[in-house]
Nanobody, 130 residues
Framework: QLQLVESGGGLVQPGGSLRLSCAAS????????IGWFRQSPGKEREGVSC????????NYADSVKGRFTITRDNAKNTVYLQMNSLKPEDTAVYYC???????????????????????WGQGTQVTVSS
């Protein structure tokens, strides 16, 4: 069964760091792009970052550029989101997703168009507060 599982969320003070993990099971992650999205109460889900299947092209939302870094370890079937200099406005549930069922070009391409992603994890809560 195809599954994505996020972990690494928690409570951190402003300025702190967290590393989120997105582990895949039931399929080989190295054929697919991965996107990270987040959603806070009352707001729409928004794209945070993405990485292509090769690990080459990446992209970041303007709000996290210079603070977040996305990487992937295909040997471990896992994608990571390193989050530094966290701010209270980063508080949200973070989701990883993959366009597993899409056309080949979409499967491999880094993009933050939410509608192209069809396989989602259950989310992990990140709370930034003093």
């Amino acid at each position: 069964q195809l599954q994505l599982v996020e972990s690494g969320g928690g409570l951190v003070q402003p300025g702190g760091s967290l590393r989120l993990s997105c582990a895949a099971s039931g399929f080989t992650l190295n054929s697919y792009a991965i996107g990270w999205f987040r959603q806070s109460p009352g707001k729409e889900r928004e794209g945070v970052s993405c990485i292509s299947s090769s690990g080459g092209p990446t992209n970041y939302a303007d709000s996290v550029k210079g603070r977040f870094t996305i990487t992937r370890d295909n040997a471990k079937n896992t994608v990571y989101l390193q989050m530094n200099s966290l701010k209270p406005e980063d508080t949200a549930v973070y989701y990883c997703a993959s366009p597993v069922l899409g056309p080949a070009k979409i499967q491999a391409m880094c993009n933050m168009m939410l509608w192209t992603y069809d396989s989602w994890g259950q989310g992990t809560q990140v709370t930034v507060s003093s």
